[in-house]
């Protein structure tokens, strides 16, 4: 019997809300613990915690994982994990940040997770709540995040920042008023201040899919059901597959003939380089730009 090797390579992604007292050198010392490991990717380290996704040799990655487990502070961490050919980002950034994920809120009124977050389903059970009629999910991502794929009958605030839900939110506080409120993002590091926060403004049905839609499109079970369309991810990959369902379709479509296409690709014109869908006959006949605009400029800066 033959058997398939594994892919060389590991793409990890995780996060960990636990107070880091001396973050500034608890930064410089993940830092010098990633280079040993040729590890890639983007950490970000703040007194608040830890949020990373980074890819590297099997070996690394198993290394990496064991020494934040080791460790006090990272020892409960869970990491979401995917097979990879090769790195999925081409360097290296370990960043330290006031907030691992920046919602902005002033000072004391910031939501710390481990106090305050709303109640946390699992993928069986976030799919049970979605068939609730009383229940609205709610997509806690950028919007070009959520037009790649989002789960089927989401809201999707029309936001390009983390930072501007807070905003949305005060606009749609009626509608949502005795709602059950299920929010959802990648990988669940989001929803942790996102519950916490629609729960501070008065909202006492909050919950959020525990491991985000990473986790859920792995989930044996469920299978990614009702997901539709690709999970956006940020390193090369772009999306990612999470619906193994007869419910799995493609959601996004090329903006110039509105053929399916459920790829971004950038604008080639580089001071735009807008994500854009363009099927790959568009791509031949106009190209990979945003609109005659665009693909004009660029041809007149090359002539």
């Not at 919602?103 to 059970?125: C, F, M, Q, V, Y």
């Not at 794929?149 to 939110?169: E, Q, S, V, Y």
């Not at 959601?251 to 509105?258: E, F, L």
């Amino acid at each position: 019997m033959n058997s398939v090797a594994a892919p060389p390579f590991q793409v990890l992604l995780y996060y960990r809300y636990v107070r880091i007292p001396e973050a500034a050198e608890y930064t410089d010392r993940h830092r010098a613990l990633c280079e040993s490991l040729g590890l890639r990717g983007r950490i970000l380290i703040g007194e608040e915690g830890i949020n990373g996704t980074v890819s590297g040799e099997t070996s690394s990655t198993e290394a990496y994982m064991a020494a934040l487990r080791a460790d006090p502070l990272t020892a409960d961490i869970v990491f979401k994990i995917d097979p990879a050919e090769g790195h999925v980002f081409p360097k290296l950034a370990v960043k330290l940040r006031p907030e691992i994920v920046t919602l902005g809120l002033p000072g004391e009124a910031d939501i710390d997770p481990n106090e305050l977050t709303g109640e946390r389903l699992s993928p069986k059970e976030f799919l049970e709540a979605m068939q609730d009629p009383d229940a609205v999910v709610i997509d806690g991502r950028n919007l070009y995040e959520a037009e790649l794929g989002r789960f089927k009958g989401a809201i999707c605030p029309p936001i390009g920042n983390f930072r501007d839900f807070p905003g949305w939110l005060r606009e749609h506080t009626d509608e949502l008023r005795g709602k059950k409120l299920l929010t959802y993002c990648t990988g669940g590091i989001r929803c942790e201040k996102l519950s916490g926060y629609l729960r501070k403004e008065g909202f006492d049905q909050v919950f959020q899919l525990e491991g985000g839609i990473v986790t859920y499109g792995k989930d044996p079970e469920v299978r990614g059901r009702d997901f539709e369309g690709l999970c956006y991810v940020f390193d090369e990959r772009v999306g990612v597959e999470v619906n193994h369902t007869e419910t799995r379709r493609v959601i996004s479509h090329c903006r110039h003939c509105g053929a399916e296409q459920p790829h971004y690709g950038n604008c080639r014109l580089p001071e735009c380089n807008e994500q854009i869908f363009v099927c790959p006959t568009c791509r031949g006949s106009i190209g990979l730009y945003c609109g005659p605009a665009c693909r004009e400029k660029h041809e007149h800066s090359l002539a």
